[in-house]
């Protein structure tokens, strides 16, 4: 996870295929800090790499995608970890 600043409001989620693969940036905790000048969007982002298959990122399924996100940002198993090398970017 990273904490980043945005110039607009970002959606949910975004997925991107590259080749086999899928790319899903989520985010999460999203808050306006806009000044009178300009507006801006500050939001934790967490960022996945998985094997790409139809459907696996829909707004039903957001949550479970964010929690897992989250899971392997803080591993607590040996299993964790290693999904955490191979998954988070």
Do not use: C, W
């Not at 949550?63 to 999904?83: G, W």
Request: aromatic share 8%.
């Amino acid at each position: 996870m990273k904490t980043v600043n945005l110039s607009q409001s970002p959606k949910l989620y975004q997925a991107q295929k590259i080749k086999n693969n899928v790319i899903i940036t989520l985010y999460d905790n999203i808050q306006d800090v806009s000044d009178e000048e300009s507006q801006k969007f500050t939001a934790d982002m967490y960022q996945l790499k998985l094997p790409y298959r139809n459907g696996l990122l829909s707004s039903d399924n957001y949550e479970s995608m964010l929690d897992y996100a989250k899971r392997l940002h803080s591993p607590s198993t040996v299993t964790e970890e290693r999904q955490a090398r191979d998954v988070l970017l």
